[in-house]
């Protein structure tokens, strides 16, 4: 029997050890440097078809349909003004059972979480050393204490200091130059968006989107702001607490057309948004990344969560066929969803009139034309 370690119990952590344990040859422990899973109410996430589909190998198909929900476009709406741009239909990528699903991201940890054995997860415990000898792979905890496995695969993030550990050097991921503005909304008082779409609102220099993560009228939004800051503000940990800064930023959000959304704005947070700045190749041929630590994405793809997951069956199949090409195969993916989600936010936060008026236009031609939206949406949301 082959022992693994998962550092870390996040989506693509528990996803992993889910898939392991349909398995006998393998036996894991999951590591978790916190003193426990978060699972506090908070936003959602967007889980396209690709990922939908994989969940399901390991019994989601019989979640709780109460916490999720399932919008069948995506509607685009000019910022500034009260005027719908154009739609995205994005059913035409569903199956007959399997969807496009918003869930809240502590809900979707908890069924992961929920599917394994208790005793399976460690928490409080952090690596500080990795000694990786041709027979097996020896770890060195906070605590002292060391474990020797066979495969050790990194899931602890974009700050992953499993992943400095083995590249023997600090790694640390880029600022994009924006920020994340994060919070829950009612539906009871929201007015002017089809609440069982996904509602994507574009302006100059910001977007936001606002969604249902259930069926209870809860309601996801995500505002992300272009925002230059320096290293001491990056290294500020109270910065992003600070309501000063908070409304500073959340006044450019004050401008939307439709006052609804920000009017019933509650639970907000702010944050940084971070992304990898290179796909890293471990030397060793049973260490993988994967998650975040692998690569973090601009989040103006919505697809952060669904390559998690997707990237994690893929390393299950190559553990299944003993195969090492894992890394090539994840990085055409990665490279081609790195690219349009740079490309959309480009797209999103335009702010010359004219190249608006123009890319309004297109809009409304590529998201009616199937060859365009098999091409862009469809090798993403369907190819595993």
Known sequence: MKKVAIIGAGISGLFFANLLKQNSKYNFTIYEKNKFINLEKGYGVQLSVNSITLLNKIGFNNFNQQHLYNPKKIDFYSFLKSKKICDLDIKIFNSREINYTTIQR?????FLRDKLPSNSIKYNNRIIKINNTNKNIEITFNNKKTAIYDYLIACDGIFSST???????????????????????DNKNLYGINKKNISLFLGPNLHCVVYPFNKNGDFNFIGILKKKLNLDELNNLFLF??????????????????KSILNNLKNIKCFPIFESNKIYYPNQDKVFLLGDALYAFPPTFAQGASQSIEAAYNLYEMFEKNSHEFIKKRSKKIRMINRRSKFNNFVFHLSNPLIIFVRDILMNYLLKNKKFLNAYLGKIYKKM
Do not use: W
């Open 163 to 185: 992943k400095s550990l083995l590249m023997q050097k600090e790694i640390k991921p880029k600022y994009s130059n924006l920020i994340a503005i994060r919070g829950l909304l």
């Open 106 to 110: 502590s809900s979707l940890i908890e």
């Open 241 to 258: 607490k600070d309501k000063k800064f908070l409304s500073s930023n959340l006044k450019y959000f004050t401008k939307i057309n439709n």
